[in-house]
Structures are given as C-alpha cells and as structure tokens.
C-alpha cells in the first residue's frame, strides 16, 4: 500500500505565503510523476501543479508566479511553495503521485486526503 500525507494547509492573509507537504510512504519502489490540485467549493478539482522526477514543472496560468513546486526524491516528498496568496486560492489541496511499488511492474496514480488552504482577512 501507498501513502499520501499532505501537511500545511491553514489560514493565511492575502498577500501571504504557505508550504504545503506531500510525503510519500509505503512499499515504495519508485515515485514518478507528483503533483498538487485544489479543488474549491462547488468547483471542480483542478490541477495547480505538477512535477515529474527529473524535475520537469508545469503550473496552471493562475498560480504562476506564485506558487512553486519542488521535490526532494531521497525522501519522496513534493513541497508546494505559495506565494502572494489570494482569496480565489482557497481549496482543498490534494497531493497526487504515480508510483511504482515492490510488488508490481506498473506504476499507479494515488491521490492524498487534502488540506485545506483558506486565504482570507
């Protein structure tokens, strides 16, 4: 089995900053591609941005800028950097990875629990 724990989330004014946290864990064998989507209230979940593992990065055109994706591989854990936080970017944020365990020869896409970022004054 796989793991996603996302960690971070919180309230912050505009104009602030948040780091979300997404640690994989489990029987891992190889993590793939991570990724970060949100998903706000009466919306639908959207992506806010990925990474694959040689470190390639693609954002959705409301967040670039802003917000920065990274990973430490060694640890199998993705970091969402957030900044100049805005109202519109108050969701649920949900971790996302493709990962190949130790039992089979195919990578599956999991998805985290979410954390909830609300930006408000």
């Known amino acids: 089995q796989v793991q996603l724990v996302e960690s971070g989330g919180g309230l912050v004014q505009p104009g602030g900053s948040l780091r979300l946290s997404c640690a994989a864990s489990?029987?891992?064998?190889?993590?793939?591609?991570m990724g970060w989507y949100r998903q706000a209230p009466g919306k639908q979940r959207e992506l806010a941005a990925t990474?694959?593992?040689?470190?390639?990065?693609r954002y959705a055109d409301s967040v670039k800028g802003r917000f920065t994706i990274s990973r430490d591989n060694d640890k199998k854990t993705a970091f969402l950097q957030m900044n100049n936080l805005e109202p519109e970017d108050t969701a649920v944020y949900y971790c996302?990875?493709?990962?190949?365990?130790?039992?089979?020869?195919?990578?599956?896409?999991?998805w985290g629990q979410g954390t909830q970022v609300t930006v408000s004054s």
């Open positions: 996302n990875a493709d990962v190949r365990t130790r039992r089979t020869s195919y990578a599956y896409n999991y």
């Open positions: 489990g029987s891992i064998d190889r993590v793939y591609s």
């Open positions: 990474i694959t593992g040689d470190g390639s990065t």
